[in-house]
């Protein structure tokens, strides 16, 4: 297995360093560092948005989740990403007009300039930092800690993360978003494959479906239905984090940086259709893959159950490329995430282009730091730590959507009750607020909060055109 | 073309509502089974194969709906 990493890990650091040059060579403007030039045709979309949406959460996080809470977690993310993807398409268009209407550089900045107000930015900026920053680092955690299981005398933990955070920025830094987007075409390949094999595999070892869910029956017959053994998969959780990953494209900017740059709407359209295609291929192959640990690692700590099932049950060759499919995953989400980071400031920033591409880079190299500091400290939870993310930007939709779709300045009122509720959740997550109030989930009240005030503000101002 | 993309929207409602009734998630219930599989992921399925069928409609139907309009870039 270790000399199939190398050998694979050599050859996706080959493809990394063609990506960086290529890029480099044709990068001269801040807008083709930070943008990739506004080019970027349907097949490269569909693997750059799939890379950014599928990490160490999908590899490690969602197998996990299946296993320890059954098939409800079907409902929890690929029926919740579903609805995101149509929402690709119908919020891209609209960004992308608005986008086109105001000079894009970052979603911070242009909501500053639609609200003609310096705190839509400054809020916009703060809920992506606050809450991206967890999520990049459970990534590197998450890829921490499974290189260290596989390879227990090679490094310490924290080298791993050291280690791919210093790849990161260098390939970033030197090509830019062309860069991470071709380093995303690579690991959105790697990632459709190797899932695909192993999920296939693990139904083998059973024979068929059927009997693999018979055997999940006999372990224990809860995984099978909702709410799961541990009762997580409530109504009132489901549509709460229906809710959050549906907004994904609207709040998240790795998310709508990448429905910017598409090189135009009909490509927009493509890679809508695409990702909603390869996410379901990559869905079933978790799901599998976590009713196998299920019947297989049913009492095992996570790290055993994913390196067991990933890499120890399967042929040498395939648990090479796994090690560096997971590798590559957290590489380009973190680097998904980081550069959105990096382009929000940007667009905050004012001054001639060479200034602000120093000050950018020095941000991005600063927010990589907080990164890796942040993953030594956090916990183990990866896809909980996710949806806090998720969930915690969604409390911007009432400023970006509406600065989105409005045909004027909205009212500031939309900008202090999503900074309220951005707050008030994420005193939530630190437990300075109850997670529920009155039988009811906090986040769940928020967006009723939101919704009826972002309504009351849309018909008394009349802000809204046809969209 | 318009009607169309309503019946798209409208029906990415619709089906958003139905996940969280007992039609798509009863409680501590897993038949029927289909293909081995039981209800909720089968039905789960399903339903994420609805969205992209509407997904499918939906991009069709704006695309036309949009051209029509002159705002496709």
């Given at each position: 297995?270790?000399?199939?990493?190398?050998?694979?890990g050599?050859?996706?650091?080959?493809?990394?360093?063609?990506?960086?040059?290529?890029?480099?060579?044709?990068?001269?403007?801040?807008?083709?560092?930070?943008?990739?030039g506004?080019?970027i045709?349907?097949i490269?979309?569909?693997?750059?948005?799939?890379?950014?949406?599928?990490?160490?959460?999908?590899?490690?996080?969602?197998?996990?989740?299946?296993?320890?809470?059954?098939?409800?977690?079907?409902?929890?993310?690929?029926?919740?990403?579903?609805?995101?993807f149509?929402?690709?398409?119908?919020?891209?268009?609209?960004?992308?007009?608005?986008?086109?209407?105001?000079?894009?550089?970052?979603?911070?900045?242009?909501m500053?300039?639609?609200?003609?107000?310096?705190?839509?930015?400054?809020?916009?900026f703060?809920?992506?930092?606050?809450?991206?920053?967890p999520?990049?680092?459970?990534?590197?955690?998450?890829?921490?800690?499974?290189?260290?299981?596989?390879f227990?005398?090679?490094?310490?933990?924290?080298?791993?993360?050291?280690?791919?955070?210093?790849?990161?920025?260098?390939?970033?830094?030197?090509?830019?978003?062309?860069?991470?987007?071709f380093?995303?075409?690579?690991?959105?390949?790697?990632?459709?494959?190797?899932?695909?094999?192993?999920?296939?595999?693990?139904?083998?070892?059973?024979?068929?479906?059927?009997?693999?869910?018979?055997?999940?029956?006999?372990?224990?017959?809860?995984?099978?239905?909702?709410?799961?053994?541990?009762?997580?998969?409530?109504?009132?959780?489901?549509?709460?984090?229906?809710?959050?990953?549906?907004?994904?494209?609207?709040?998240?900017p790795?998310?709508?940086?990448?429905?910017?740059?598409?090189?135009?709407?009909?490509?927009?359209?493509?890679m809508?259709?695409?990702?909603?295609?390869?996410?379901?291929?990559?869905?079933?192959?978790?799901?599998?893959?976590?009713?196998?640990?299920?019947?297989?690692?049913?009492?095992?700590?996570?790290?055993?159950?994913?390196?067991?099932?990933l890499?120890?049950?399967?042929?040498?060759?395939?648990?090479?490329?796994?090690?560096?499919?997971?590798?590559?995953?957290?590489?380009?989400?973190?680097n998904?995430?980081?550069?959105?980071?990096?382009?929000e400031?940007?667009?905050?920033?004012?001054?001639?282009?060479?200034?602000?591409?120093?000050?950018?880079?020095?941000?991005?190299?600063?927010?990589a730091?907080?990164?890796m500091?942040?993953?030594?400290?956090?916990?183990?939870?990866?896809?909980?730590?996710?949806?806090?993310?998720?969930?915690?930007?969604?409390?911007?939709?009432?400023?970006?959507?509406?600065?989105?779709?409005?045909?004027?300045?909205?009212?500031?009122?939309?900008?202090?009750?999503s900074?309220?509720?951005?707050?008030?959740?994420?005193?939530?997550?630190?437990?300075?607020?109850?997670?529920?109030?009155?039988?009811?989930?906090?986040?769940?009240?928020?967006?009723?909060?939101?919704?009826?005030?972002?309504?009351?503000?849309?018909?008394?101002?009349?802000?809204?055109?046809?969209? | 073309?318009?009607?169309?993309?309503?019946?798209?929207?409208?029906?990415?409602?619709?089906?958003?509502?139905?996940?969280?009734?007992?039609?798509?998630?009863?409680?501590?219930?897993?038949?029927?089974?289909?293909?081995?599989?039981?209800?909720?992921?089968?039905?789960?399925?399903?339903?994420?194969?609805?969205?992209?069928?509407?997904?499918?409609?939906?991009?069709?139907a704006?695309?036309?709906?949009?051209?029509?309009e002159?705002?496709?870039?």
């Amino acid at each position: 297995m270790t000399k199939w990493f190398w050998f694979f890990g050599a050859i996706f650091i080959l493809l990394l360093i063609i990506a960086s040059s290529r890029a480099f060579k044709k990068n001269r403007s801040i807008d083709d560092y930070m943008l990739a030039g506004s080019n970027i045709g349907a097949i490269l979309g569909v693997l750059t948005y799939a890379a950014a949406l599928f990490s160490a959460f999908i590899f490690i996080g969602v197998p996990d989740f299946f296993r320890v809470h059954g098939v409800g977690a079907w409902i929890f993310l690929p029926v919740s990403d579903g609805i995101m993807f149509f929402m690709i398409f119908w919020f891209g268009y609209n960004l992308r007009k608005k986008a086109r209407e105001t000079g894009y550089k970052g979603m911070a900045g242009m909501m500053r300039d639609i609200f003609g107000n310096k705190w839509a930015g400054y809020l916009v900026f703060t809920g992506a930092f606050l809450f991206l920053i967890p999520y990049v680092a459970i990534q590197i955690r998450g890829m921490s800690m499974f290189f260290t299981a596989i390879f227990p005398d090679m490094l310490p933990s924290w080298s791993w993360a050291l280690i791919i955070v210093a790849i990161m920025l260098a390939y970033s830094e030197l090509g830019g978003l062309k860069a991470i987007v071709f380093s995303d075409a690579v690991q959105g390949v790697l990632l459709l494959t190797v899932l695909s094999i192993i999920g296939y595999n693990c139904i083998v070892h059973f024979g068929n479906v059927k009997e693999l869910f018979n055997q999940v029956q006999q372990v224990d017959d809860r995984l099978l239905s909702t709410p799961g053994p541990e009762g997580l998969f409530t109504t009132q959780f489901l549509v709460a984090s229906f809710l959050a990953i549906m907004l994904l494209p609207i709040t998240q900017p790795q998310f709508s940086s990448r429905i910017v740059v598409m090189k135009s709407m009909k490509e927009t359209y493509k890679m809508a259709g695409g990702v909603s295609i390869v996410a379901f291929i990559v869905f079933v192959a978790t799901a599998f893959i976590g009713m196998y640990g299920a019947v297989r690692y049913s009492d095992s700590p996570t790290v055993e159950f994913v390196q067991n099932a990933l890499l120890f049950d399967q042929p040498d060759f395939l648990a090479g490329l796994a090690i560096v499919g997971l590798f590559a995953a957290v590489l380009s989400t973190s680097n998904a995430q980081i550069f959105a980071l990096g382009s929000e400031f940007r667009s905050l920033l004012k001054g001639d282009d060479k200034s602000v591409l120093i000050r950018t880079k020095i941000a991005l190299f600063i927010f990589a730091l907080i990164v890796m500091a942040f993953s030594v400290i956090i916990s183990d939870e990866l896809v909980l730590l996710a949806r806090v993310s998720f969930a915690g930007t969604s409390m911007l939709t009432p400023v970006i959507l509406i600065g989105v779709i409005s045909k004027k300045a909205p009212g500031k009122e939309l900008l202090i009750v999503s900074a309220i509720a951005l707050f008030v959740f994420l005193f939530s997550v630190f437990q300075l607020i109850p997670e529920n109030i009155m039988g009811i989930r906090l986040d769940i009240g928020l967006y009723v909060i939101l919704f009826v005030i972002t309504i009351i503000s849309i018909v008394a101002r009349g802000t809204l055109r046809n969209s | 073309m318009k009607k169309l993309w309503s019946f798209a929207r409208l029906g990415v409602i619709i089906l958003s509502i139905l996940i969280f009734t007992p039609l798509v998630i009863p409680k501590n219930e897993f038949r029927p089974e289909f293909m081995g599989m039981p209800y909720t992921l089968w039905v789960g399925i399903l339903a994420y194969f609805g969205y992209v069928a509407f997904i499918m409609i939906g991009i069709y139907a704006h695309s036309k709906v949009k051209k029509e309009e002159g705002g496709n870039d």
